[in-house]
Every structure is written in structure tokens, then in C-alpha cells.
């Protein structure tokens, strides 16, 4: 157990359905992260909360929507998503000052069908 | 832009040899550099963080050294075994933004053959 912990571990769902990827930290840290990890591609920052305020949102299409209630918990909600969207999800969470050191979850795996 | 790039892109070497694999990135305005290393399907595990100050760091058989002027890094592994193989990530926290937000590189995949 890292320190982040995701859940689902794995999803498949339908282009019309609704769900949410769930991402909880206890390490004390000030910044959650959302990351996508496709096939022959680097990570990529979706979005980033510091102290439970979006402060980035690196372009990511309104089927994705992210929700951050409290600095423990990060949620993902997916909604009508396209079967390019299937892809690792990574949370991960930081301090917000240097040395910004980074502990991430063990993703969720999603597959759009 | 910042863009990190990592050299080569796979590593297939046999058990008990020392390797290098190498980290660039394009603006040297960084916090920190950090690699991590990814098992095939899992999440990534922080193996060292250097920060800008910094000219490298050690743990166990895993040194990183950091050139801030010349934008590389380079990820040492020591008498490498089976246990090794996985991909290793590059990655930097530029000081644009300041939301300690990290780029990554493509990775290097490393098989280690026993």
C-alpha cells in the first residue's frame, strides 16, 4: 500500500454509463493530482487541486470532471466517454512547496466499450 | 514548453551489469527531478528526488545525477537483477505555475535477462 489508495482497480464501462474513479490519501499532503496513462504516450497532468481548489485544468474534455470535497479525498466522474478514453488512470498527491516529492495510487484500470 | 525526453526508449541487458539510462529536458527553470519506476499495469514507485540544488542522490544501488545547465539527468543501476526489470520514468517540476505539477518522459522498459 503506497499511501494512495484507488478503487476501482479495474473498470469496464459503456459509452452511456455513468461512474466515478475514487483516489484517498492519509500522508497529510495539500495537492491531488489526476494522471492519464495511454498506450505509447507519456503521462499526462489532467488536473491538479491545491488545498481542494482546481488551479489546473490541462485542457481535458467536460466528459471528465473531477471533484475534490476534502484535501484526503479525489474523486474522477466519467460520463459518456469514448472508447480513446480507455487508459490507466493515476492519482497521486504531493506537499505544495518543494521538494513537491510525489506518492501516487495504483491506478484504475479503464476500458470504454 | 517543457519537454523531457528519455534515451532509450527499451534496455534488454543480462544480470549483473551496471547501466545507464539517461533523462533530458528542454528548460532548465526546474524545482526538482525525479524518477520512478513502473511494474506493467501498476502504479509508479518514487525511487529518488533531486532537487535543483542538488548534483545527485543515492539509494542503494540506484545513484541519479542532475545537470541543471546542460538539461540531463542520468539514472545509475548498479549489478542490475531479474527484480530491476520494469519501466523507469523521468520526470521534472518546472517552476511555471508553481502547481508542483510533473512532466514526464516516455520512459525507459528494462529487462533484465537472469
Known amino acids: 500500500e503506497t499511501g494512495v489508495t484507488q478503487t476501482p482497480r479495474h473498470l469496464v464501462m459503456g459509452m452511456t454509463n455513468k461512474k466515478s474513479l475514487k483516489c484517498e490519501q492519509h500522508l497529510g499532503h495539500n495537492a491531488m493530482y489526476w494522471y492519464k496513462q495511454s498506450a505509447k504516450k507519456p503521462l499526462e497532468l489532467m488536473f491538479v487541486y491545491s488545498l481542494e481548489e482546481r488551479v489546473e485544468n490541462n485542457s481535458v474534455p467536460s466528459r471528465f470532471s473531477p471533484e475534490c470535497p476534502n484535501s484526503s479525498h479525489l474523486f474522477l466522474h466519467l460520463h459518456t466517454l469514448q472508447p480513446e478514453d480507455s487508459a490507466l488512470y493515476l492519482c497521486?498527491?504531493?506537499?505544495?512547496?518543494?521538494?513537491?516529492?510525489?506518492?501516487f495510487g495504483s491506478g484504475t484500470r479503464l476500458t470504454v466499450v | 514548453k517543457q519537454e523531457v525526453t528519455q534515451i532509450p526508449a527499451a534496455l534488454s541487458v543480462p544480470e549483473g551489469e551496471n547501466l545507464v539510462l539517461n533523462c533530458s529536458f528542454t528548460d532548465s527553470a526546474i524545482y526538482n527531478l525525479q524518477w520512478f519506476r513502473q511494474d506493467p499495469g501498476k502504479g509508479l514507485t518514487s525511487l529518488l528526488l533531486?532537487?535543483?540544488?542538488?548534483r545527485e542522490q543515492t539509494s542503494g544501488r540506484l545513484n541519479a545525477s542532475l545537470d541543471k545547465s546542460s538539461g540531463r539527468s542520468t539514472l545509475y543501476i548498479a549489478a542490475s537483477q531479474p527484480g530491476d526489470s520494469a519501466t523507469y520514468l523521468c520526470a521534472v517540476v518546472p517552476f511555471s505555475g508553481n502547481t508542483g505539477k510533473l512532466i514526464f518522459g516516455q520512459g525507459t522498459t528494462l529487462q533484465v535477462k537472469p
Open positions: 497521486a498527491s504531493s506537499l505544495l512547496d518543494s521538494p513537491y516529492g510525489y506518492t
Open positions: 533531486i532537487q535543483s540544488s542538488q
